[in-house]
């Protein structure tokens, strides 16, 4: 799995910026900074989209990762897990 980090400070993840199908329109995701919320985007035939935007004292960060999903490998719920735990391991 190639997983793609991006971190951007004070730019929120937006849905108009990449389209899609939302699964997801921002749940609240505990254990990263001081709130977080994850968003998902499905996109049709394109990569599904997850995003976490989370904030720590003054600063904002938003990881974005780009996944392309097959019948025959992990689900969106295990990348979603994944991914969460990838984020929460970052220092920001």
Do not use: C, W
Not at 1 to 13: A, G, H, T
Not at 50 to 69: Q, R
């Amino acid at each position: 799995m190639e997983l793609e980090v991006r971190v951007s400070k004070n730019q929120p993840f937006r849905q108009s910026d990449s389209g899609g199908t939302p699964l997801d329109h921002g749940q609240p995701t505990s254990g990263i900074g001081d709130t977080a919320s994850l968003q998902i985007l499905v996109h049709d035939p394109d990569p599904t989209t997850m995003a976490i935007s989370a904030s720590k004292g003054k600063v904002t960060a938003t990881f974005t990762v780009y996944v392309t999903l097959s019948p025959s490998g992990p689900s969106i719920e295990q990348f979603k897990e994944q991914f969460i735990n990838l984020v929460r391991s970052i220092d920001f």
